[in-house]
């Protein structure tokens, strides 16, 4: 079990990794855009990379390649709602293909998705942290090097718990 704590530690087995959390801290989610980290026990779906800026990545959960086309849905007005999406589009959504390194590597959490619950928040990701780990919109965020050797000893069973 990988446990994230405020102010911004996640921990599994004998990791202690420095994270970041939403600017709205950890909470009980309302709506979408409310800058909140959801409280609760998630699973690890799959991993989405960037093959041309993370090298030999290793990982026992399903790996994704990201291409320049694909996003993910934010707009609670589509059906494609909390969902990977292939751009362009016309609803409201991530990219995930993107210039600094935020999504060179992203762990998709099962939040919101079974059912999805429209306005109640998609995407949170488990991604790479921005410098001096500044808030997220709701995603935990890691260092890059933290979240591969996370990665190397994470699977499918993992699961994690914001509290």
Known sequence: MIIVKKPGYLIYKNFKFRCSIGESGIGNKKKEGDGITPKGIFKLTKVFYREDKVKNIKAKIKKIKI????????????????????????????KLYRKGDVYDIVIVLNYNMQPIIKNKGSAIFIHVAKKNYKPTAGCVALKKKDLIKLLKYINKKTKICIN
């Open 67 to 94: 291409k320049k086309n694909m996003g993910w849905c934010d707009d609670p007005k589509s059906k494609f709602y909390n969902k990977l999406v292939k751009l362009p589009n016309k609803f409201s959504n991530e």
